[in-house]
């Protein structure tokens, strides 16, 4: 497969493009700074600068033209403020979304984080952060023309990936590593009977093929 990854420079993205590429799929990752380029390349993915906060939908679509998958990954990142959570935490998903229906790639998967609700009350950076998560989420899955799944993960950890996780419509708080995140995207991304899902995810017993096959019916 042909997978186009928003976020490309991220710490889950930059796992997920390994895992893909040592896999055999052609990866892609949209990445803002000419400088993060060398970190894809040696993660086997093909870097390609562009802004999703800039970026026109015709801009984005002609990269995912000819893919087989889109992830989001994206995120304004800490440090960043209640405007940017909504221009890429929502906006740029939103984008992303409008730019794969227009170029014909059905297969949409969205990390998003757990408890993300466009209606969450409060006035704290995180409270804008899920309530633009939520916003792209509740976008996302109002879309029939794409075979989404939405990944919610739990508290990221830097741990080293166990393999084994809790995955499901609701599993209740807890950590995860993003090595075990990134497993599970890579699989998700082989199992399409997850489309129209929404998944939370956090560290538990079950290893991620099982947990994915279990959520995906087969």
Do not use: C
């Not at 040592?22 to 990445?31: D, K, N």
């Not at 939370?200 to 959520?215: F, N, R, T």
Request: glycine letters at 12%; zero cysteines.
């Amino acid at each position: 497969m042909r997978i186009v990854i928003a976020g490309g420079h991220g710490q889950i993205a930059l796992r997920l493009e390994r895992l893909l590429s040592s896999g055999g799929h052609e990866v892609a990752g949209l990445i803002r700074r000419p400088e993060q380029a060398a970190d894809l390349r040696d993660a086997g993915a093909e870097p390609v600068v562009l802004d999703l906060e800039s970026a026109s939908v015709e801009e984005v679509a002609a990269v995912l033209e000819g893919a087989d998958a889109a992830v989001f990954a994206a995120g304004a990142g800490p440090g960043s403020g209640a405007d940017r959570k909504d221009t890429v935490d929502r906006g740029a998903a939103v984008l992303f979304a409008d730019a794969a229906e227009r170029a014909g790639v059905r297969r949409y998967v969205v990390v998003s984080s757990m408890g993300a609700d466009a209606r969450r009350p409060g006035d704290e950076i995180f409270d804008a952060y899920l309530r633009a998560k939520g916003a792209a989420d509740d976008d996302i899955r109002s879309r029939p023309d794409l075979e989404w799944t939405i990944l919610r993960p739990g508290s990221l950890t830097d741990d080293a990936g166990t393999g084994l996780v809790r995955l499901g419509a609701h599993t209740g708080g807890g950590p995860v590593p993003r090595d075990d995140v990134a497993a599970v995207l890579a699989e998700l991304l082989d199992t399409p009977a997850t489309a129209g899902l929404t998944l939370e995810l956090i560290s538990g017993s079950i290893p991620v093929s099982v947990a994915v096959k279990d959520v995906a019916g087969n």
